[in-house]
């Protein structure tokens, strides 16, 4: 698929799909659509505008269900405002968020993220949910530990 600036995209700028079965087996479920974003430019990367292309290319029925937008970003998002301990202000953090969630819908940052991943292993167990990467998940575990040992190490 090529974007209207000229530009291909392998995915339709949607990285994360998801969704909750309704229980009756019907059309009309809980579904998400996400873009994960690991660089600073996450600010030009809202899933939100590139739902009904994202549809239009890539499914022969379209779901009939309203998606979520959803945002997933590995970094902190407290980086201004914060006091001389490191803590944001609470009033500055919801209003910074109020902005994020109206642009880019479902917003998943480093403090919300560990508690979604560590639920990953468990749904993945259960057979019902596929979730790609999990096997490096001990590499990863060993990279962040030795990494940490290094900061708390300090400059040698």
């Not at 339709?12 to 479920?29: C, E, F, Y």
Request: proline residues 6%.
């Amino acid at each position: 698929m090529v974007n209207l600036n000229g530009e291909r995209s392998k995915d339709g700028g949607i990285d994360v799909i998801g969704w909750r079965p309704a229980r009756d087996g019907l059309p009309g479920t809980f579904y998400l659509l996400g873009q994960v974003a690991s660089g600073h430019n996450w600010h030009t990367k809202t899933v939100l505008k590139d739902i009904e292309s994202f549809h239009w290319a890539w499914f022969e029925v379209q779901p009939v269900s309203q998606p979520t937008g959803a945002m997933f970003v590995p970094f902190c998002i407290t980086d201004t405002n914060e006091s001389a301990a490191g803590v944001a202000d609470q009033a500055f953090l919801i209003s910074k968020m109020q902005f994020i969630a109206k642009e880019f819908g479902h917003f998943i940052y480093r403090y919300k993220l560990p508690f979604y991943a560590g639920k990953a292993p468990t749904l993945s167990a259960a057979g019902t949910t596929p979730i790609e990467g999990l096997d490096e998940v001990p590499r990863i575990h060993t990279w962040v530990n030795e990494f940490r040992a290094r900061l708390l190490k300090g400059p040698v």
